[in-house]
């Protein structure tokens, strides 16, 4: 018999998802007169049995991404938010075990953070949005294991001193004077799987993972007396590695905000380290993953995709 649900061409559809993405979702949880606020951009994708869809356009086994934007709504509200990793596991399980067609879920969460404006009085209802770092959850479910990547980006930080850069390699294109003082600067983007990846295992406190782990990431690279942005980055992935046991893998990307020294001898002036200019571009990009000993490397190389 001739499987008419495959066209007889050459050509074969190759690895898909579906989903909505970027779903705004904003929860208010009321505790008298004091509000909670959490604000998630949520990306659903869905994979499994979608043969049909690609190849003949029977829609038999679609739930439709209109669908998938209303349950995060719904879940919003009847599970509430708990933290990006625990809403999305909630979503992840459910489209899983609820259409026998979806074999795997993954759910992307960016999180933005929003802090009290304390007044005096009674009213807690107000808040100004947090400018420091986006919080990032990738959660992705098969049905039987679990991969939970959480990560931040543009966390900005700045060392005025401590940071130097030298002994390298000079070849007939080399102008850059070696420094022993300069400023090291870096908008922080990372991502760090965790080692929880079954029902039966104790599940992480997600929130005080984060916190913990951006508070090693931050005093590292305070600490570190830097000889090149790739040590410094280093030594952030393994003080999280040793400190935070529910994490195996860590991977950064590391943008190089590099401050150049203003020439101020043309007005008479001696520039004694103190007055630099901020260049946007280009800038160096120091990527890489630290890894706990025997374990395996899963965070994709380019960060941009997760
Ligand atoms: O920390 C640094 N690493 C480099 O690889 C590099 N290259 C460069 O020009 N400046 C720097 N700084």
Known sequence: MTDTSRPARPVILGQNQYGKAENRVVRITRDGATHHIKDLNVSVSLSGAMDDVHYSGSNASVLPTDTTKNTVYAFAKEHGIESAEQFGIHLARHFVTS?????????????????????????????VRKGQETRLAQITYDGSSWEVVSGLKDLTVLNST???????????????????????????????????????????????SYEQTKQHMLRAFAETYSLSLQQTLYQMGSRIIENR??????????????????DLEPFGLKNDNEVYFAADRPYGLIEATVLRDGREARIPADLTTL
């Open 99 to 127: 259409q026998e067609p979806i074999h795997r879920a993954r759910i992307r969460i960016e999180e933005y953070t929003w802090e009290r404006i304390e007044v005096p009085g009674e009213a807690r209802h107000s808040f």
């Open 162 to 208: 401590d940071s130097e850069f030298w002994g390298y390699v000079k070849d007939k294109y080399t102008t850059l004077p070696e420094a022993y003082d300069r400023i090291l600067a870096t908008d922080v983007s990372g991502r760090w799987r965790f080692n929880w990846t079954d029902d039966a295992q104790e599940m992480p406190d997600w929130d005080a």
């Open 245 to 262: 046991d529910e994490i195996d893998e860590v991977r950064f990307s590391l943008p190089n905000k590099h401050h150049f020294l203003v």
